[in-house]
Structure formats: C-alpha cells, structure tokens
C-alpha cells in the first residue's frame, strides 16, 4: 500500500477508526467459532496471520484472510459469516497496520528530539555549571507560585544547599519569612513585566546572613506565558571590591591620562571616542567635550589620516594584537608628526570591547632627524659637488677619502686612489715640499697652509694646483683635509693677460663710442672716437684741455660732478647729454667709472635717434594715433589735474559721431575713417588755447574748458554746429550729437560733470538718429546710382515687375508696400563695391565675384540698423538664394526663403536681362521669358515663374507689357 496514496492521518481519522472497529468485532464474532472450535493448530494459524496482516500490509493481511477463509470452510461455516468475517478482519487489519507504522515513524521523529534536546540540554549544562557566577532555576507555578528546580555548583558552593536540598522547594521553605516574601514579590515582578529583574537583598543561608545582587531573567513557554525564571547572583561585597578595584585603576589611568602630554584615546568599534584626555585640545585643537562621543569623520579630520587612523583601529579589532602607526597633520598652519601605539582592551570573557591608543607629538624628533639628515647630505653633497678636488688624509698621510673632482682630475677611481699616500700624489721634484712631519704637525695643531704644488695624473702629466691645508678633529681622531684647486687655468689667463692688453689698446682704437679719460681737476688725459665726422675737436685739441673750456658751461659742470662721485663712491654714474656737433646738438648718454684713485673713464654713446624714438613714443602714448588728437589717456589726466587744482569753473562737451557705423557698414571702414578726421578736424577749429581735446573712444570725442562758464561753453557748442554744417564725405552730411555740462561748484566733481555732458549726448543722439540714418541711407542710394548706373527708371520697373507677381498672389498691402521698398534697396549692398567692378565688361576673377556675392550681407547690416529699413533686411540677406540651395550667402532652399525674395530674384533677372549691363546687350522680352522658365526650379521658384509668365503674356496681347506700360519703352 502507497502511503503517499493513503496517508496516515486520513486511515486514523476518527470515522474510519469507528468503522474499523465496528467491523472487526462482528468479524470477531463471525470467526470466533472457529477459533473455539479449531484445534490449537488451526488457532496458531489465525493467531500468525493475524499478526501478519496487521504488521505486513495488503500482502500478509491478504494471505491471513484467505488462510481463514479456508479454515472456516473446513469447518463448515455459512457462507455470510466467512464474508463478513473475512471483510470486518481485513480492514481491522490494515487501519491498525497503518496506525503501527504511523507510530513507528512518530517513535523515530521523537528520538530524534530527544537526541537534539539532550544535546542542548547537555550544552546548558556545561554553561550552567562552568560559569563563576552563582545561578538557579525556578519553576514557574499559575504564574505565582515558585518553585526551585535546580542550581549550579557556585550556588551551591555560594549558599550551602545542595540541588536535591531546594529541588521543589519554594522561598519560604529555605529563607526567613520576611526575605522568602521579598524574594517571591521579585519573582512576581520578573513575570507580570516579562523583562529581567535585578534587585538587591540579604539573606541567610544555613545561618549565614549575606547581601546579593540578583538578576532574574523570565524563561517563556510557547503559549507565551513566563514558564521558568533564571537567577543569577553575586555577593554585594565582590561586587563592590571589585568596583572600587576597577575604580582605583581607572582614578590611576585617568591621573596618568589627565597630566600626560601624549594624547590618550578610548574608542569603541564605531571608532567612537569613550575617552579622550586634555592633550586633544593640542593634538586636535577640540576640547574634551567636544570630542567625547564623536568620530574623526564627525570632527572633520582629513579624509586621509582618518582612514589610516580607522583602518589600525579595525586592525586591533580584527587581530587583538598591538598597532604601531605613523601620520602627519596640519595644525594651525604647522605639520605635525605623530607616532601612536594602540592596543585591545578585554572584558572578562576575553571579548575586544575597546581600542586605547597613545599618541606621541615626534615633530621636534623628525625635525632634529631631518636637519641631521640635511646637514649630512648637505656636506656630503658639497665635497662630492664640489669643482675642487677634496683628499682626507690620516695621521701619516694616507688618502682616506677623495671626491669625484679628486678622482677625475688624477684619472683614477675613488677605489685606486684611496689607500695611498700623499707622497705617492705629488710628482717627484715636489715631494720635499710636503714630507710627513709637516701633515703630522698639521693634524696635531688644526693649522692652516697654502702650497702650489702639481700632482701626477694617470697620463703622467703634472697637474699645477693650489692646495689649503688644515687639521680637522672628528670621531676622535686627527685628520689632514686637503682642497686642492686646479690652477692650470688661471696660470693660461695669467699668461694672456699681457696679449689681453694689448688687445685692449687695440680695441680702443677701433670701438664705435667715444671713451674719455679725465683726472679729478677736470682735465682730459686721453680721447679715443670714431665719430670723427661728428665731433667739434681733435684729439690733439682735446688731451690736456680742461672740462670747462672744452664744453658747454651746463654740461662742464654736470661732467665733472660726475667724475668727482665715481672716484669718491667708486659707484658707476649715469647722465645724458646734448653736445654741440658738426650736425648740431646731438645726445649723448655718458657712463663715467673710476679707472684708479685719479683718473675716471667715460664711455660716450651717441642716443640722438633713441631720444628721437622715446620723444615719438611719448607723443603716441598721448595721441591718437588717426586723428593725431589727444587720446582718452591724455583727457583723464587732464581731469585729475583739474580735480587736484580745484578749478572752477570747467566745462565739458562730449561729441558722438552720427551714423558712422551705417557709414562703415555701407562704404567701408576708410570712408569711416575719413569722417572721424573730417569730425576732428571741426573740433579742432572749435577750441581755443588751454582748451583739451581728446578722442574718447570709437566714434566720441570730449572737449574740456578749463575756466569757462556754462554761457560760453554753449557758445562753443554753436561753434561747432555751424562748422559741421557744410561738410560732407562721400556726400554724406556731417552730424555730431553734443552734451555740455559745467562745474560751477567744488562740491561736484568732474566725473560727476562727464557723466551729466555724457547723457545729455545720449539723449540728442536718440531724437538725431532716425533723421541722420535716413539722409545716410540717402546718400548711399544717390551713391550707388551713380556706381551702378541703376537708374530711378529700372528701380521703377523693378517693382513694377514684382507688384506684378504680387497682386497675382493677392499680397495685402503692406507687403506689396514693403515689395516695393525691397525692390528700390535690395542691391544697397552694392555700395561697398568698386566701380570698376560693377561696369567691368569682362568676366569678374575669383575675387571680384567674391567681393560681388558679399552685397547681400552688406546690404542686411545696413538695412537692419535703419528702423525704417530694417523689415525688409532678412529679404535683402536672401534675394540671391537660389530656389535649389545653390546661391549665396546662405545656401537657403525652397519656401525656405523669404517670399518677397524669391519674387525680387523673378524681377530683378528679367529687368537685368532686358534691359542690358555693361557686359552683356539686352535681350528680348520674349528671350528672357524664356530663359525665366529655364531657371524654374533651379534658380527661381517654378510657381512665382509661371504667374509671373503668364501675367507677362497677357499683357503682351493686350499690347501693353507685363507691368502696365506700353510695351515700347523710351
């Protein structure tokens, strides 16, 4: 039988079970006769099968039923007793089959707890009875009565009872009746509040009073009820002496910690500090207080020692052993070093509850180091550095130490010339020069020698040097230190100092500038020059003259004030001079030296173009540098001087150019230019002497009148607009917007007074601007007919043409307006062009078109800075865009250009083409038509070609062209 098909707790539920059993008793009855018939053997036979059905399953149950089938046939039975007989014992048998192998599996499950809880219990049981601590175990009755079950053998040994004397036991049965009642109200306590319980409380034990502290800590059941309590004692007086011990050690650490300069530091494994003593303040700059309960991090020490400081605290943790670190910190502005030691701190069960670190301050001790260490390698850097060679010699002479120069001078490594001796150095003929009782008295006495003296290279050859020697003590010991100086050098100098002098005789007489030699009475001793075309004197004449007779008497007298500071200070003197020459005054700069304690040497350099120079650069640093007036530079400090001198009263006109930059725009910056000098040039006949004009910047200009009163600076401005009227540059009409203020009062400053002139120039430049661009609009027109050749006839049939297109398109009537303005302005651009190259018959060179395609962006710039013009500069920008975004100057495509600019290309290109330019001849109406539809969808749009076509033809059959007028023009 498949249990998984029949489990156990269906076979053992309550109806089967009462069926089952109701069965089996008529079964019983049905088979009894033939139990108390049969012979004992028949009975053994039904006794084993019926064991074996109820311990076998379906197969012994079936073969115990056919077995007494059988027996009950033999013994002649009815048929229905053997059935139900049969039926009743079968199911008697395998419901009990099925509960026995149940409980044989329950039996397994339950061994198998057992075991597990006998292994808990047997682990209890070692900590039970292993701690030092006095504990017992009480059974919890209805959650009032307690009752003792046990305790562990420091109890026992604590109280003089044994387990089997409080087993059962309750408080009153064991304590006096007044400590028993104290004791159960803790029991109580510890299970209404279902939390531990600690109390104190004395009691007598077999006769001996003693005071405990008890912790009661309530054991729970699974319906959640308080089912035992768990008591852990220990004597008041252990207790407390170890306390006052623990307290003793920790007044001494903490005497110890307080007074120590070492920072000392308690942290917990969220590097917490539980300690820290008054040295924090030094080492951190944060008081106890403040550092107490906090982090590093928490603090805002640097990232990087508060990771290597975590990081040994983790370490300690981790290992439980000691760590050693190193870090550094800035504190107020200084590195500090810092070496700390940190090591565990254990609870009784050997657990690392905590870290105590010891920091020490080691800067003067890494500070002492590296001086050390510097001083060391400074000396030693020193003599390995050195160009002199270097040798320690011994008491008697033997080389101890050299130095690379040492060795690179005799040829030889360090190696090879160590160990020997001095003698064994110096060539033969100078060994007598220095023998060794000369090195011993040397070392003895630390005197100083100096000895030429020449030392045998590798090669054989002497080397001459200069040898200092002295005794020198150290390490306890004498020593000869030898520096040696290779003077084969200085002797070749010594040796060409002769040729040099004679070279220098010679340079003299051939250097550029004039040289002089003069005594300290003012007499010439010796001239040596090249500029003989220049100057006034011989040297004949001169040598043996006085200063005074030879030079201007200003100048005679600067000179020898001069000689007379270089041969008392021996300091070098500086002056310039303008002397009488064959060419006129010209500037000299004089460089006068002492020669001896008698005589000096000037050197006379010609500067005239240099003054010159610095004269030009003085004058540009205050001009400008276009119109050749003051600059803004030159004006301020005029200003300031002004301010200083508290001159009253002053006046100040500030002037604005008008329209220069649509002048710039549409003609070109020299044009610009030329109207910056016209403007300056009226300013300039404006003014009066002690009057200051400046250019300001740009297109402004200030004019500054000192003493003048707000009357007569009005005058002047009238002055100045009465001379602007009649001039004009490329017929452009002059215009200058003007501001006046004065200072009257001290109590106003000039800024002030420039600020008030500024504005109200800024104020009649806003009511001048629209006129004055409108008449620069209107010059550039009038301008630019007369380059093109663009008569007011073709402006006319241009936006005639483009009307036609337009009223096909049914525009309103500000846009057919603004066709119309477009059509007279769109080659505006055209201004800035050369004449030559807009009637050149031939074909234009790459940078003649270039200079061509740019018209459209000229012309955008200078209808887009005039209000009236500025509507129609984007159409200006594209109305050479090409309908398949080939043209120029943005490369624009399809209804991506402006309308009115496609419909000003249709009619700009059939006016060109009928009406003929300078380098090519006109063609016919009907030509041009075609050659519009060519074009279509290329370079013009094909639906404005069509209208416009169409309207053309239409017009032609009527007899009139496409714009209304005949169609014989004059």
Same mark, same amino acid.
């Given at each position: 039988? #498949?249990?998984?098909?029949?489990?156990?707790?269906?076979?053992?539920?309550?109806?089967?079970?009462?069926?089952?059993?109701?069965?089996?008793?008529?079964?019983?009855?049905?088979?009894?006769?033939?139990?108390?018939?049969?012979?004992?053997?028949? =009975?053994?036979?039904?006794?084993?099968?019926?064991?074996?059905?109820?311990?076998?399953?379906?197969?012994?149950?079936?073969?115990?039923? @056919?077995?007494?089938?059988? !027996?009950?046939?033999?013994?002649?039975?009815?048929?229905?007793?053997?059935?139900?007989?049969?039926?009743?014992?079968?199911?008697? =048998?395998?419901?009990?089959?099925?509960?026995?192998?149940? #409980?044989?599996?329950?039996?397994?499950?339950?061994?198998?707890?057992?075991?597990?809880? +006998?292994?808990?219990?047997?682990?209890?049981?070692?900590?039970?009875?292993?701690?030092?601590?006095?504990?017992?175990?009480?059974?919890?009755?209805?959650?009032?009565?307690?009752?003792?079950?046990?305790?562990?053998?420091?109890?026992?040994?604590?109280?003089?009872?044994?387990?089997?004397?409080?087993?059962? %036991?309750?408080?009153?049965?064991?304590?006096?009746?007044?400590?028993?009642?104290?004791?159960?109200?803790?029991?109580?306590?510890?299970?209404?509040?279902?939390?531990?319980?600690?109390?104190?409380?004395?009691?007598?034990?077999?006769?001996?009073?003693?005071?405990?502290? $008890?912790?009661? $800590?309530?054991?729970?059941?699974?319906? /959640?009820?308080?089912?035992? !309590?768990?008591?852990?004692?220990?004597?008041?007086?252990?207790?407390?002496?170890?306390?006052?011990?623990?307290?003793?050690?920790?007044?001494?650490?903490?005497?110890?910690?307080?007074?120590?300069?070492?920072?000392?530091?308690?942290?917990?494994?969220?590097?917490?500090?539980?300690?820290?003593?008054?040295?924090?303040?030094?080492?951190?700059?944060?008081?106890?207080?403040?550092?107490?309960?906090?982090?590093?991090?928490?603090?805002?020490?640097?990232?990087?020692?508060?990771?290597?400081?975590?990081?040994?605290?983790?370490?300690?943790?981790?290992?439980?052993?000691?760590?050693?670190?190193?870090?550094?910190?800035?504190?107020?502005?200084?590195?500090?070093?810092?070496?700390?030691?940190?090591?565990?701190?254990?609870?009784?069960?050997?657990?690392?509850?905590?870290?105590?670190?010891?920091?020490?301050?080691?800067? @003067?001790?890494?500070?002492?180091?590296?001086?050390?260490? &510097?001083?060391?390698?400074?000396?030693?850097?020193?003599?390995?550095?050195?160009?002199?060679?270097?040798?320690?010699?011994?008491?008697?002479?033997?080389?101890?130490?050299? #130095?690379?120069?040492?060795?690179?001078?005799?040829?030889?490594?360090?190696?090879?010339?160590?160990?020997?001796?001095?003698?064994?150095?110096?060539?033969?003929?100078?060994?007598?020069?220095?023998?060794?009782?000369?090195?011993?008295?040397?070392?003895?006495?630390?005197?100083?020698?100096?000895?030429?003296?020449?030392?045998?290279?590798?090669?054989?050859?002497?080397?001459?040097?200069?040898?200092?020697?002295?005794?020198?003590?150290?390490?306890?010991?004498?020593?000869?230190?030898?520096?040696?100086?290779?003077?084969?050098?200085?002797?070749?100098?010594?040796?060409?100092?002769?040729?040099?002098?004679?070279?220098?005789?010679?340079?003299?007489?051939?250097?550029?500038?004039?040289?002089?030699?003069?005594?300290?009475?003012?007499?010439?001793?010796?001239?040596?020059?090249?500029?003989?075309?220049?100057?006034?004197?011989?040297?004949?004449?001169?040598?043996?003259?006085?200063?005074?007779?030879?030079?201007?008497?200003?100048?005679?007298?600067?000179?020898?004030?001069?000689?007379?500071?270089?041969?008392?200070?021996?300091?070098?003197?500086?002056?310039?001079?303008?002397?009488?020459?064959?060419?006129?005054?010209?500037?000299?700069?004089?460089?006068?030296?002492?020669?001896?304690?008698?005589?000096?040497?000037?050197?006379?350099?010609? !500067?005239?173009?240099?003054?010159?120079?610095?004269?030009?650069?003085?004058?540009?640093?205050?001009?400008?540098?276009?119109?050749?007036?003051?600059?803004?530079?030159?004006?301020?400090?005029?200003?300031?001087?002004?301010?200083?001198?508290?001159?009253?009263?002053?006046?100040?006109?500030?002037?604005?150019?008008? @329209?220069?930059?649509?002048?710039?725009? &549409?003609?070109?910056?020299?044009? /610009?230019?030329?109207?910056?000098?016209?403007?300056?040039?009226?300013?300039?006949?404006?003014?009066?002497?002690?009057?200051?004009?400046?250019?300001?910047?740009?297109?402004?200009?200030?004019?500054?009148?000192?003493?003048?009163?707000?009357?007569?600076?009005?005058?002047?401005?009238?002055?100045?607009?009465?001379?602007?009227?009649?001039?004009?540059?490329?017929?452009?009409?002059?215009?200058?917007?003007?501001?006046?203020?004065?200072?009257?009062?001290?109590?106003?400053?000039?800024?002030?007074?420039?600020?008030?002139?500024?504005?109200?120039?800024?104020?009649?430049?806003?009511?001048?601007?629209?006129?004055?661009?409108?008449?620069?609009?209107?010059?550039?027109?009038?301008?630019?007919?007369?380059?093109?050749?663009?008569?007011?006839?073709?402006?006319?049939?241009?936006?005639?043409?483009?009307?036609?297109?337009?009223?096909?398109?049914?525009?309103?009537?500000?846009?057919?307006?603004?066709?119309?303005?477009?059509?007279?302005? +769109?080659?505006? @651009? %055209?201004?800035?062009?050369?004449?030559?190259?807009?009637?050149?018959?031939?074909?234009?060179?790459?940078?003649?078109?270039?200079?061509?395609?740019?018209?459209?962006?000229?012309?955008?710039?200078?209808?887009?800075?005039?209000?009236?013009?500025?509507?129609?500069?984007?159409?200006?920008? &594209?109305?050479?865009?090409?309908?398949? /975004?080939?043209?120029?100057?943005?490369?624009?495509?399809?209804?991506?250009?402006?309308?009115?600019?496609?419909?000003?290309?249709?009619?700009?290109?059939?006016?060109?083409?009928?009406?003929?330019?300078?380098?090519?001849?006109?063609?016919?109406?009907?030509?041009?038509?075609?050659?519009? %539809?060519?074009?279509?969808?290329?370079?013009?749009?094909?639906?404005?070609?069509?209208?416009?076509?169409?309207?053309?033809?239409?017009?032609?059959?009527?007899? !009139?062209?496409?714009?209304?007028?005949?169609?014989?023009?004059?």
């Amino acid at each position: 039988m #498949n249990r998984d098909q029949y489990p156990l707790d269906t076979l053992l539920s309550p109806l089967p079970i009462a069926l089952a059993t109701g069965i089996g008793i008529l079964g019983l009855s049905a088979v009894a006769p033939v139990m108390l018939s049969a012979n004992v053997g028949v =009975a053994i036979v039904a006794v084993v099968s019926m064991y074996l059905g109820l311990s076998g399953g379906f197969g012994a149950a079936g073969g115990a039923t @056919g077995a007494l089938l059988a !027996i009950g046939a033999w013994q002649g039975l009815p048929l229905y007793s053997l059935v139900m007989g049969a039926a009743a014992y079968l199911s008697f =048998a395998l419901v009990l089959g099925r509960a026995t192998e149940a #409980n044989r599996e329950q039996a397994r499950v339950v061994e198998e707890q057992r075991r597990r809880l +006998h292994d808990i219990a047997d682990e209890y049981d070692t900590i039970f009875h292993g701690t030092r601590s006095p504990m017992f175990l009480v059974d919890v009755i209805e959650g009032h009565q307690f009752c003792y079950i046990r305790n562990n053998r420091a109890h026992r040994e604590a109280t003089g009872f044994s387990t089997s004397e409080i087993r059962g %036991k309750q408080p009153r049965d064991i304590l006096e009746p007044e400590e028993a009642g104290r004791v159960q109200e803790q029991y109580r306590r510890c299970v209404q509040s279902r939390q531990p319980v600690t109390f104190e409380a004395t009691m007598v034990f077999k006769g001996v009073p003693r005071t405990w502290v $008890t912790t009661l $800590t309530p054991v729970f059941a699974e319906d /959640g009820s308080v089912a035992q !309590i768990v008591g852990s004692s220990q004597e008041v007086a252990a207790v407390r002496a170890a306390q006052e011990e623990a307290w003793a050690r920790e007044q001494q650490f903490r005497s110890l910690a307080e007074n120590s300069p070492d920072l000392i530091t308690r942290v917990d494994r969220d590097y917490r500090r539980l300690y820290t003593n008054p040295a924090v303040r030094d080492f951190l700059g944060y008081d106890v207080e403040a550092a107490i309960g906090r982090t590093n991090r928490e603090l805002g020490i640097p990232e990087a020692m508060t990771e290597q400081w975590e990081g040994a605290v983790e370490a300690v943790f981790r290992t439980q052993r000691p760590q050693v670190r190193e870090w550094s910190l800035e504190h107020d502005g200084t590195l500090r070093h810092y070496f700390a030691r940190l090591v565990p701190e254990k609870n009784e069960e050997g657990v690392v509850t905590s870290v105590l670190s010891i920091s020490r301050d080691v800067t @003067g001790l890494k500070r002492a180091e590296e001086a050390l260490r &510097a001083s060391e390698e400074k000396h030693r850097a020193l003599v390995e550095q050195s160009a002199e060679m270097f040798f320690l010699l011994d008491f008697e002479g033997t080389v101890v130490e050299v #130095n690379p120069a040492a060795a690179r001078a005799i040829g030889h490594s360090r190696d090879a010339i160590v160990g020997q001796t001095a003698m064994d150095l110096l060539a033969r003929d100078e060994r007598p020069a220095l023998d060794r009782g000369d090195l011993r008295a040397l070392a003895r006495h630390a005197t100083l020698r100096t000895e030429e003296l020449q030392i045998l290279a590798r090669d054989g050859n002497p080397v001459p040097v200069e040898v200092t020697l002295s005794g020198v003590h150290f390490g306890g010991r004498q020593y000869v230190m030898a520096l040696a100086r290779d003077i084969r050098e200085r002797r070749r100098m010594e040796a060409s100092i002769a040729e040099h002098h004679a070279y220098n005789r010679s340079l003299l007489e051939v250097f550029p500038d004039t040289i002089v030699v003069c005594d300290g009475q003012g007499v010439f001793r010796d001239i040596r020059t090249s500029h003989t075309e220049v100057m006034m004197w011989s040297r004949e004449a001169i040598i043996g003259s006085r200063v005074r007779d030879v030079l201007p008497p200003e100048e005679a007298e600067l000179f020898i004030e001069h000689v007379h500071a270089a041969l008392s200070t021996g300091a070098a003197q500086f002056m310039e001079y303008s002397l009488p020459t064959r060419k006129g005054r010209r500037w000299f700069e004089a460089r006068t030296v002492a020669l001896d304690d008698e005589r000096t040497l000037s050197v006379l350099i010609d !500067i005239h173009d240099r003054k010159r120079n610095e004269e030009r650069l003085r004058y540009m640093s205050y001009h400008d540098a276009l119109t050749d007036l003051h600059n803004r530079h030159f004006a301020e400090e005029q200003l300031r001087r002004l301010e200083e001198a508290k001159t009253l009263p002053v006046s100040i006109i500030m002037a604005d150019l008008n @329209g220069l930059k649509l002048v710039n725009d &549409a003609y070109g910056y020299r044009v /610009g230019d030329r109207m910056l000098l016209a403007a300056a040039r009226v300013l300039e006949k404006a003014c009066r002497g002690g009057d200051v004009l400046a250019r300001w910047g740009g297109d402004e200009f200030v004019l500054v009148l000192p003493d003048t009163g707000a009357y007569t600076a009005e005058a002047i401005r009238w002055r100045i607009e009465a001379l602007l009227r009649p001039v004009r540059v490329e017929e452009v009409p002059l215009s200058m917007s003007l501001g006046v203020a004065t200072r009257a009062k001290s109590s106003t400053s000039l800024q002030a007074t420039l600020v008030a002139a500024e504005d109200q120039m800024h104020r009649h430049k806003l009511m001048e601007s629209r006129s004055q661009k409108n008449v620069v609009v209107s010059a550039v027109l009038g301008t630019l007919a007369q380059k093109s050749h663009e008569t007011e006839q073709h402006a006319r049939r241009m936006s005639e043409y483009a009307r036609i297109i337009g009223a096909r398109l049914g525009l309103s009537a500000s846009e057919m307006s603004q066709l119309d303005l477009l059509a007279k302005l +769109h080659d505006i @651009g %055209k201004i800035s062009v050369a004449e030559e190259i807009l009637a050149k018959p031939a074909s234009l060179d790459r940078t003649e078109w270039q200079i061509i395609r740019d018209h459209p962006s000229a012309g955008y710039r200078i209808a887009r800075v005039t209000d009236e013009f500025s509507h129609v500069a984007d159409d200006i920008l &594209a109305h050479h865009e090409w309908w398949n /975004g080939e043209g120029y100057p943005q490369g624009l495509a399809g209804e991506g250009i402006p309308l009115l600019a496609r419909i000003v290309a249709i009619a700009d290109a059939y006016e060109a083409m009928t009406s003929g330019r300078p380098y090519r001849s006109p063609m016919s109406d009907a030509d041009a038509l075609e050659e519009l %539809k060519h074009c279509a969808g290329t370079q013009f749009d094909p639906g404005l070609v069509d209208v416009f076509v169409e309207a053309v033809r239409e017009g032609r059959s009527a007899g !009139i062209d496409g714009s209304g007028m005949s169609s014989t023009r004059g």
